[in-house]
């Protein structure tokens, strides 16, 4: 009876030598997968900062993007009607004084006019005497021919003279009411672009909204990462999309530049075709008068 206890005796000491040993050989059994919940715990913490930082700065510096675009399209609208105004001012006192100049021209036209009348009527008289006196008849006829030719020049030069000064002045009104009708199209096509470029606005306002409730998404899918409610396949899957999302993000990005530098390409050459204001500054019908 004696030899059973000491069977037993060693066969408990050889398990706890067995122990013993596995425990000196891989000490990281009881501790890896503390580290690996560690180290997960930690990476979903930076993705999330990482992220929170993003979703924060991007729509700020798309805001900042169009605030800019407004007031520079504002500026150069209110520069393209202040230098416009002065433009139509300066033609219209343009056409004033060449029909100021008109005006002084039939003056003179007219003192011309009365000495005719004076020098026609002094043919008369002496029209008059050649018949009392019995002058011969060729003699007669040549000084009626002299005077007759003094008469029709004079007529003929003020007619010339207000033919001229008639069209001069009806190209300056033409010339102005061109320069009026191009700059109200300028106008309307520059309205027409304001337009577009609000609805354009308008969209990426929708995108940026999109893509707040694509953060506030993945922001749930982190919490719940931290939360171990999250398996390796939809783990990748949230990367997938959050790698899809940044690339929309950066299309979204490149087209916003690009219809800035198109808005202000527009207004550059808009500011060059025309520097007229919209009609109704100047009315037609008073400069005409």
């Known amino acids: 009876m004696s030899k059973f206890p000491k069977d037993e005796d060693s066969a408990d000491q050889i398990s706890l030598e067995k122990e013993l040993q596995m425990d ?4 990281d059994l009881f501790y ?3 580290m690996r919940d560690l180290e997960r715990s930690s990476d979903v913490q930076r993705l999330s900062n990482r992220m929170t930082m993003l979703f924060i700065l991007i729509p700020c510096l798309l805001c900042a993007i169009f605030v800019f675009a407004y007031l520079d399209m504002r500026e150069k609208l209110n520069q393209l009607q202040s230098t416009g105004s002065s433009q139509v001012q300066a033609l219209s006192e343009d056409v004033v004084g060449k029909v100021k100049s008109i005006g002084d021209r039939l003056s003179t036209l007219e003192k011309s006019s009365v ?3 004076k020098n026609l009527e002094k ?3 002496e029209i ?3 018949v009392t006196s ?3 008849k060729k003699a007669f006829e040549r000084t009626g021919k002299k005077r007759s030719a003094e008469v029709t020049g004079g007529f003929s030069a003020l007619r010339k003279e207000t033919a001229a000064q008639k069209a001069s002045v009806e190209k300056s009104v033409k010339e102005l009411r061109e320069k009026l009708d191009e700059g109200t199209a300028t106008i309307s096509a520059f309205r027409d672009d304001l337009v577009k470029q609000k609805k354009e606005l308008a969209k990426v306002l929708q ?3 999109v893509i707040r409730n694509e953060a506030r998404k993945q922001e749930l899918n982190i919490s719940c990462l931290s939360e171990g409610r999250l398996d390796q396949e939809q783990l990748d899957n949230l990367f997938k999309e959050q790698r899809t999302g940044m690339a929309l993000l950066r299309q979204q990005i490149e087209s916003l530049k690009g219809d800035v530098l198109w808005m202000e390409k527009e207004l550059n050459l808009t500011g060059k075709k025309s520097k007229t204001p919209a009609p109704g500054t100047i009315i037609e019908q008073d400069i005409a008068e």
Do not use: A, F, T, Y
């Open 24 to 27: 000196e050989e891989d000490p």
């Open 32 to 34: 890896g997968d503390d």
């Open 115 to 117: 000495s005719i009348q």
């Open 123 to 125: 043919n008369q008289r």
């Open 128 to 130: 008059k005497k050649l």
């Open 134 to 136: 019995k002058v011969d």
């Open 207 to 209: 995108v940026i909204e």
